[in-house]
């Protein structure tokens, strides 16, 4: 069945760099694309930014400049990395899948919190 | 493309049909999902494409609307549906709204 599950540290200090991992099975990364999701506590979602499932990817224009997703196929992984952190990007990193030709979210991992602090 | 979602917080009855506002600050062509979040847990996928309801989901949660305003209703409201809904927008970039938290009066 499919799953998504996101991996990475739940504490980083401001400035420094966020590396998450999402491991995916029951699909392929060849075929549908991922995208990151993350939520500040008690806010509504914020969408990042996708891995198509041709290997391009499209970035939320708030983020794009601190923001890189790439991919390794063979582990069926998908990597999110983000620069320059602030107490503001504390909250819960979601992966989730999109469907075949479209873009909305089918399915989504139990994402992972982060919280930004010295 | 902005989304804003009324009420923020509803109370309503076990058995109430209950309604969900989600506007546009444009056209979204209908290209519109919705979202149910319960405390802990990641977003579930109700409705894509304004009215289609996603494999698995009660048939009790419809979606329609068309340009910029969209309705998630419930036609009767069950315990289990306490949580919090958002709207999603795929038409011009990807955008969710700032939710509606609905509760058991």
């Known amino acids: 069945q499919v799953q998504l599950k996101e991996s990475g540290p739940g504490l980083v200090q401001p400035s420094e760099t966020l590396s998450l991992t999402c491991t995916v099975s029951?699909?392929?990364?060849?075929?549908?694309?991922v995208s990151w999701v993350r939520q500040p506590s008690g806010k509504g979602p914020e969408w990042m930014g996708r891995?198509?499932?041709?290997?391009?990817?499209a970035y939320n224009s708030a983020l794009k400049s601190r923001l890189s997703i790439s991919r390794d196929t063979s582990k069926n992984q998908v990597f999110l990395k983000m620069n320059s952190l602030q107490t503001d990007d504390t909250g819960t990193y979601y992966c989730s899948r999109d469907p075949l030709y479209s873009a909305y979210f089918d399915y989504w991992g139990q994402g992972v919190m982060v919280t930004v602090s010295s | 493309i902005q989304l804003t979602q009324s009420p923020s917080l509803l109370s309503a009855s076990v058995g109430d049909r209950v309604t969900l506002s989600c506007k546009g600050s444009?056209?979204?062509?209908?290209?519109l999902a919705w979202y149910q979040q319960k405390l802990g847990e990641a977003p579930k996928l109700l409705i894509y494409?304004?009215?289609s309801l996603q494999t698995g989901i009660p048939s009790r949660f419809s979606g329609s609307g068309s340009g910029t305003d969209y309705t998630l209703t419930i036609s009767s409201l069950q315990p289990e549906d306490v949580a919090t809904y958002f709207c999603?927008?795929?038409?011009?970039?990807?955008?969710f709204g700032g939710g509606t938290k609905l509760e058991l009066k």
């Open positions: 444009q056209n979204i062509n209908n290209y």
């Open positions: 029951g699909f392929s990364l060849t075929s549908y694309s």
């Open positions: 494409n304004t009215n």
């Open positions: 999603y927008q795929y038409n011009n970039g990807w955008t």
């Open positions: 891995m198509w499932y041709d290997g391009d990817t």
